[in-house]
């Protein structure tokens, strides 16, 4: 099972990137939740955004209005729109599976999540 993450990279802050996550290596990705965590220097790692299998979304507070993610199940791909950039959002950003969310759920917790992708940094200059 992998999840490869891409897309990270500089950017100046108003800015815009967008981040890849392509789940391979298992039978069915079907009715499982693909989300974005991040992590900065010295900070716990925190829930971003995530997007179920029927396409419903759940947003932290600090993106809403900024982040669009979505998801291709054809591909089990989930991407991530990030727009309006600011140096808070400077973090190693990691892609995660909730392989038991059934067709709805989306959680915040890191230990709801059975797959991990290596993360992929991006960095918003001021």
């Known amino acids: 099972v992998q999840l490869v993450e891409s897309g990270g990279g500089l950017v100046q802050a108003g800015g815009s990137l967008r981040l890849s996550c392509a789940a391979t290596?298992?039978?069915?990705?079907?009715?499982?939740?693909m989300s974005w965590f991040r992590q900065a220097p010295g900070k716990d790692r925190e829930f971003v955004v995530g997007?179920?299998?029927?396409?419903?979304?759940a947003y932290a507070d600090s993106v809403k209005g900024r982040f669009i993610i979505s998801r291709d199940n054809t591909n089990n791909t989930a991407y991530l729109q990030m727009n309006s950039l600011v140096a808070e959002d400077t973090a190693g950003y990691y892609c995660?599976?909730?392989?038991?969310?059934?067709?709805?759920?989306?959680?915040?917790?890191?230990?709801?999540?059975?797959?991990w992708g290596q993360g992929t940094q991006v960095t918003v200059s001021s």
């Open positions: 995660a599976v909730d392989t038991t969310a059934e067709d709805w759920r989306i959680r915040r917790e890191r230990n709801a999540y059975d797959y």
């Open positions: 290596g298992r039978s069915s990705w079907s009715f499982s939740t």
């Open positions: 997007i179920a299998w029927s396409g419903s979304t």
